[in-house]
């Protein structure tokens, strides 16, 4: 009987600790990516924008290169650019991601841009994106599509906050 006890007692040790390792982060280079979102658009748009915060705790920088996913034909890196009066949106070649620093893909700034999308995004569904960096590789992550005011940060629960929340 005691011996049953200290079997069950292993097994249970040895599951929890496989659990725990299918849980972990697959990303040992130091890059983390937190809270995808994207707002929600019609089966008319064309195009949708995603934002996200990079943050790298390595002790070497990154670049985010390129991103990808299967709901547009095609991913750019972009940023918004002043033009005279008028912001204009630009894609950019990378996005560096400097040691221990947190880089921001927010309205206004940094984003991947999402062209001719495959249907609609609606709100309260998500979708893949594979962000490809130069050293940290490929990171595949679950972008939340918010309503379309959305600002960010406030991850359905309505309160507005924005992304320092």
């Known amino acids: 009987m ?3 006890r200290t079997i069950r007692s292993i ?16 990303n040992t280079s130091g890059i983390r990516v937190t809270e995808p979102w994207s707002r929600a658009v019609g089966k008319m748009a064309h195009s949708a924008v995603t934002y996200m915060t990079l943050e790298n705790t390595g002790d070497a ?16 890196l972009h940023t918004h650019i002043a033009d005279g009066t008028v912001m204009r949106m630009r894609a950019v070649q990378a996005i560096d991601v400097g040691p221990h620093a947190k880089v ?5 700034g940094l984003h991947v841009m999402l062209i001719d999308l495959k249907g609609p995004l ?17 990171i595949t992550v679950d972008v939340a599509v918010m309503g379309a005011g ?8 309505g309160q ?3 992304p320092g929340h």
């Open 2 to 4: 005691k011996l049953m």
């Open 11 to 26: 097994i249970l040790v040895v599951h929890a600790g496989a659990a725990a390792l299918a849980q972990a982060p697959q």
């Open 61 to 76: 920088s990154d670049r985010l290169l390129s991103a990808s996913t299967p709901v547009a034909k095609l991913a750019e």
């Open 104 to 108: 921001r893909l927010q309205p206004g």
């Open 122 to 138: 609606a709100a309260g569904s998500s979708f893949p994106l594979t962000l490809k960096f130069e050293k940290a590789g490929e």
């Open 150 to 157: 959305a600002m960010g940060g406030d991850r359905g629960h």
């Open 160 to 162: 507005g906050h924005g």
